[in-house]
């Protein structure tokens, strides 16, 4: 089940949309990598997004400084409230303990 409705139910949401829109491989490692910071909301003619600040993967391990992507992966909000990455991101801020939202805290909890 995916949605707001519980808290397994909005972890799979986040997982997949990081998956899909961020190009995070389906495996754990990436998204373990994944820290609080690394995820940013913003704002761009109004409307606002979820930008990734990448870091080294198993696919791009920093060997090559040119193995970089040239736009930074971006989620766009929706009007749909239920699978909105944006919405479901800042639920999730508003349910995560003070203690775990710092920069470098583990992305999921």
């Known amino acids: 089940m995916m949605g707001p409705y519980t808290p397994n139910s909005l972890i799979n949401s986040l997982w997949f949309n990081n998956t899909v829109h961020f190009g995070l491989r ?3 490692q990436e998204h373990r990598n ?7 909301i913003k704002e761009a003619n109004g409307q606002e997004y979820l930008e990734l600040q990448e870091r080294q993967t198993k696919t ?3 060997e090559n400084v040119r193995d970089v992507r040239p736009v930074k992966p971006k989620m766009w909000a929706s009007g749909d409230r239920e699978r909105c990455p944006v919405m479901l991101h800042k639920l999730y801020a508003s349910k995560r303990p003070p203690k775990y939202c710092n920069p470098t805290d583990p992305y999921y909890i």
Do not use: K, L, Y
Request: glycine share 30%; hydrophobic share 40%; proline share 0%.
């Open 60 to 62: 791009r391990t920093g």
């Open 26 to 28: 389906g495996g754990m």
């Open 34 to 40: 994944i820290m609080w910071g690394d995820i940013q």
